[in-house]
């Protein structure tokens, strides 16, 4: 089985930083990816973790501890273009279906 | 550009027939492609797996008489939602991915069907 945990819902101001939790139970892990949707489009890939550490890409920067079941992805520089819902999603093989969690909401604010 | 493209993008149906969405894998061979299911405010379900040249594996819960799955090539699978109901209105998302983007998966834009 799986289990992931997220925060429901975030808010924040434009210039702000924000870190985004998942928690994650799997039969199996191989890497932790990060997507981002906005209302009424389809998901699209931010970033992925398969090693322990933060991976940066641009404002975003994911982060992943495979010993503690856990990973971040970090905002920084929010613009309100960020607004969106954001999904962590694990991978139990290199070649392993895409599950998502209920995802975070983050609010952007002037 | 996009690399995952589906189409009809909104379509809209009576109750009673069927309705096909297409997704294509734009320059990568697809060998899997996933289809995933989204109500207002939800998260996106994961309905079947697609591989090409085979049977479709679905999901718990997913009728497969229902949303008959096809990928007969490389760079095509087909939903077909058959006897269309109401509740069936959603948001439908193809996925796929390919070794060339290592573990990235490509979404296509996504179809919205209404059934009236």
């Known amino acids: 089985g799986q289990s992931l945990e997220q925060p429901s819902e975030v808010t924040a101001v434009e210039g702000a930083i924000v870190q985004i939790n998942c928690t994650y139970q799997?039969?199996?892990?191989?890497?932790l990816s990060w997507y981002q949707q906005h209302d009424g489009g389809a998901p699209t890939f931010l970033s992925y973790?398969?090693?322990?550490g933060l991976e940066e890409t641009g404002r975003f920067s994911s982060f992943l501890s495979r010993s503690d079941s856990y990973g971040y992805l970090l905002l920084q520089e929010l613009q309100m273009k960020d607004s969106a819902s954001y999904f962590c999603?694990?991978?139990?093989?290199?070649?392993?279906?895409?599950?998502f969690g209920t995802g975070t909401r983050l609010q952007v604010f002037p | 550009g996009a690399v995952v493209s589906q189409h009809p993008s909104r379509v809209i149906c009576k109750s009673g027939t069927s309705v096909k969405i297409e997704c294509r894998s734009l320059?990568?061979?697809?060998?899997?492609m996933f289809w995933y299911r989204q109500f207002p405010k939800q998260s996106l379900m994961l309905m079947a797996t697609?591989?090409?040249?085979?049977?479709?594996?679905?999901e718990q819960g997913v009728e497969k008489d229902k949303f008959l799955i096809n990928h007969a090539s490389l760079t095509l699978s087909t939903l077909t939602v058959t006897s269309a109901h109401p509740e069936d209105s959603s948001f439908y998302i193809c996925?796929?991915?390919?070794?060339?983007?290592?573990?990235?998966?490509?979404f296509g834009e996504g179809s919205w069907l209404t059934v009236v």
């Open positions: 799997t039969s199996g892990f191989y890497g």
């Open positions: 697609s591989n090409e040249g085979s049977k479709a594996t679905y």
């Open positions: 999603a694990p991978l139990r093989t290199n070649t392993d279906k895409l599950i």
């Open positions: 320059d990568f061979q697809a060998t899997t």
């Open positions: 973790n398969a090693l322990d």
């Open positions: 996925s796929a991915g390919t070794s060339r983007s290592g573990n990235t998966i490509y």
